[in-house]
């Protein structure tokens, strides 16, 4: 048996800091082999977006078609759709393949606040959750997806959560870096359970592409068999101690990105 395969659909990022260059990364470094489908192309930084082109919605089905025809992918990262017609065609491709193990990261903007996602696509992006194993919101990605006021404490991140799955998915693993306090906390909802998952806050301003990590660092876990709350955990420790090492890239005097390669460099 091959090394595990994890493909990421999502768009480039010029400075490698986040979306497909991101989650290379943390396939890499994770020990699975990576594969891509580009959604879009950004001309991005650490200080901002600059310019976006998305790609067209046939190349991105065609991108599915050729990786799902030859590699044999465990499992699927969803991050960047950029628009109605992307997200349509993607949904399309992995019923296509029957793909399993689909983790879905609904990105709506970018670190520095740049929309990522085009506002008529919010309809095809709920109709895709369905069909995800695990949905991976922020608190802002949460809150707009269920038209609420954002979580303010753990109380709310559940009960947002459970409004979530509600949509359809496996299950909802909010994320809390957006919060405040000592702790960094995710919630992982599934049926009945919750998982609890937290870590130290890092004082760091090199936070850039942390959710494009985490969520890819999860699909990495279920490309490898792990169970879901396993491979979770095992995103989080990975995730918290990328950023806990990312002043050592000292690459950036802005907001920087993690240090995917930490154990190695």
Same mark, same amino acid.
């Given at each position: 048996?091959?090394?595990?395969?994890?493909?990421?659909?999502?768009?480039?990022?010029?400075?490698?800091?986040?979306g497909i260059e991101?989650?290379?990364?943390?396939?890499?470094?994770?020990?699975?082999?990576?594969?891509?489908?580009?959604?879009?192309?950004?001309?991005?930084?650490?200080?901002?977006?600059?310019?976006?082109?998305?790609?067209?919605?046939?190349?991105? %089905? %065609?991108?599915?078609?050729?990786?799902?025809?030859?590699?044999?992918?465990? @499992?699927?990262?969803?991050?960047?759709?950029?628009?109605?017609?992307?997200?349509?065609?993607?949904?399309?491709?992995?019923?296509?393949?029957?793909?399993?193990?689909?983790?879905?990261?609904?990105?709506?903007?970018?670190?520095?606040?740049?929309?990522?996602?085009?506002?008529?696509?919010?309809? @095809?992006?709920?109709?895709?959750?369905?069909?995800?194993r695990v949905l991976?919101?922020?608190?802002?990605?949460? /809150?707009?997806?269920?038209?609420?006021?954002?979580?303010?404490?753990? %109380?709310?991140?559940?009960?947002?959560?459970?409004?979530?799955?509600?949509?359809?998915?496996?299950?909802?693993?909010?994320?809390?870096?957006?919060?405040?306090?000592?702790?960094?906390?995710?919630?992982?909802?599934?049926?009945?359970?919750?998982?609890?998952?937290?870590?130290?806050?890092?004082?760091?301003?090199?936070?850039?592409?942390?959710?494009?990590?985490?969520?890819?660092?999860? @699909?990495?876990?279920?490309?490898?068999?792990?169970?879901?709350?396993?491979?979770?955990?095992?995103?989080?420790?990975?995730?918290?101690?990328?950023?806990?090492? /990312?002043?050592?890239?000292?690459?950036?005097?802005?907001?920087?990105?993690?240090?995917?390669?930490?154990?190695?460099?």
């Amino acid at each position: 048996m091959g090394v595990p395969v994890a493909l990421t659909i999502a768009g480039s990022d010029s400075s490698g800091g986040a979306g497909i260059e991101a989650d290379l990364k943390t396939f890499a470094a994770l020990g699975v082999y990576g594969a891509c489908a580009i959604t879009a192309i950004t001309a991005q930084n650490s200080k901002g977006v600059l310019a976006v082109h998305d790609a067209p919605a046939e190349i991105v %089905a %065609a991108q599915l078609d050729a990786v799902f025809s030859d590699l044999n992918v465990a @499992a699927v990262k969803i991050g960047m759709l950029a628009n109605a017609a992307i997200v349509e065609a993607v949904a399309a491709g992995l019923a296509r393949h029957r793909a399993g193990n689909v983790v879905l990261d609904p990105v709506m903007a970018a670190s520095t606040g740049a929309a990522l996602l085009r506002g008529d696509a919010m309809t @095809a992006l709920r109709a895709l959750i369905p069909h995800v194993r695990v949905l991976t919101p922020n608190l802002p990605e949460a /809150a707009a997806l269920l038209d609420a006021p954002q979580a303010h404490d753990e %109380a709310d991140m559940r009960a947002q959560a459970e409004k979530l799955l509600a949509l359809g998915p496996g299950a909802v693993l909010i994320k809390g870096g957006h919060a405040s306090g000592a702790e960094s906390v995710d919630l992982l909802v599934e049926g009945h359970a919750c998982v609890r998952l937290a870590a130290q806050r890092v004082a760091t301003k090199n936070t850039h592409g942390t959710g494009c990590t985490f969520s890819a660092a999860i @699909a990495a876990g279920l490309a490898k068999g792990l169970p879901l709350d396993e491979a979770a955990r095992q995103a989080k420790t990975f995730v918290s101690a990328a950023i806990a090492a /990312a002043d050592r890239l000292g690459i950036s005097a802005s907001n920087g990105p993690l240090h995917h390669f930490y154990k190695w460099w």
